[in-house]
């Protein structure tokens, strides 16, 4: 069993300055703490998400962190042209000394890809085809492709990475189809289902993998937490802090298309959200009641806290890790 954290990096209300040294200061907490994977997300135009290019803010989490592994979660791979990324990976790589992860996906918001002026109609084909040179230029000295979109002639692969084949991938999964491509490719998996449907993730990924137990990727679930002394405390600092990420996590769609497709599925509010499964705001024993449900009930082999979103003082989101490392993991290890 392992543990980790995800961020969305989303505004707090602070001066990108700050915010984002809060965000480096936190992502030291969790190096020092032992907290296995620190894992953000890319996202554009939206306050949702302040860090948009993943590869730069990680560059700086490489040299403030010694032992935890971290990437993004995920790439939105039909914006990238595949050769930058190929070198930004292996650069990550080796400045981290082989501690980078590569998260994949497609991208769920139209309106964000649209502002790069993205064909939703190309979506698939052009992650695809970009995914597919990722994996083959990383892995190869020279880059031979021929595709819809790309095309390479023996391209020097000068830029390499320190972890070979490549550096793991990981995935955010929703799909049948996602689950038994990440189980068959040796994929990471992490979900934002909750109660049942994780343990359905989770078995379907293990009727699909082949290898044993001990060799299987991690398969994770992703929940909003926040720690304090006392549950009132934690339920105090987690209400306005929901709330403010929330609005941020319906703001384009509401603005463009006057609906949000996650509505039903994320609360605008966090009593609600708690109450459906979404996160955990309490005490220590509290915190640990909710994380030992959420492994047994999911069979899930990675746990993913979000320590800091919305507005949460960056004090509280440190307090709320350290609590987490010394008074719930070592009882579920």
């Not at 554009?44 to 032992?67: E, I, W």
């Not at 995935?171 to 490719?185: H, L, T």
């Not at 499964?277 to 069979?299: H, L, M, W, Y």
Request: aromatic share 10%; charged share 20%.
């Amino acid at each position: 069993m392992k543990f980790g954290v995800f961020d969305h990096v989303d505004d707090s209300g602070l001066p990108l300055v700050e915010h984002l040294e809060n965000r480096l200061r936190l992502a030291e907490t969790y190096d020092r703490l032992g907290f296995h994977g620190y894992h953000i997300a890319e996202h554009h135009g939206t306050p949702l998400g302040m860090a948009p290019s993943p590869a730069v803010f990680l560059s700086a989490l490489t040299q403030r962190t010694r032992r935890i592994v971290f990437g993004p979660l995920v790439y939105l791979l039909p914006l990238y042209h595949p050769l930058r990324l190929i070198e930004e990976v292996a650069m990550l790589d080796a400045l981290s000394k082989g501690r980078f992860q590569i998260g994949i996906g497609r991208g769920v918001s139209p309106i964000e890809l649209g502002f790069y002026g993205l064909d939703m109609a190309e979506q698939h084909g052009r992650y695809q085809e970009t995914l597919e040179v990722l994996l083959q230029g990383l892995s190869s000295d020279e880059l031979n492709y021929s595709g819809e979109f790309y095309n390479f002639d023996r391209v020097p692969m000068t830029v390499r990475p320190v972890q070979q084949p490549h550096p793991p991938l990981w995935y955010g999964v929703g799909s049948a189809e996602s689950i038994k491509w990440c189980a068959q490719n040796g994929v990471n998996a992490v979900t934002l289902f909750h109660g049942e449907r994780v343990r359905w993730v989770t078995d379907l990924y293990r009727s699909e993998w082949q290898g044993s137990e001990a060799d299987m990727p991690l398969l994770g679930v992703n929940r909003h937490v926040v720690v304090a002394p006392t549950d009132a405390e934690a339920m105090e600092l987690a209400r306005p802090a929901y709330a403010l990420w929330r609005q941020h996590m319906g703001k384009l769609w509401y603005e463009r298309t006057g609906s949000f497709p996650l509505d039903d599925h994320l609360p605008l509010e966090w009593d609600a959200a708690q109450a459906m499964g979404q996160g955990c705001a309490g005490a220590p024993d509290t915190v640990r009641s909710f994380v030992a449900r959420e492994i047994e009930v999911g069979r899930v082999t990675y746990f993913v806290s979000g320590f800091a979103f919305g507005n949460l003082p960056v004090a509280a989101a440190i307090r709320s890790a350290e609590l987490f490392a010394s008074d719930v993991i070592p009882a579920l290890t």
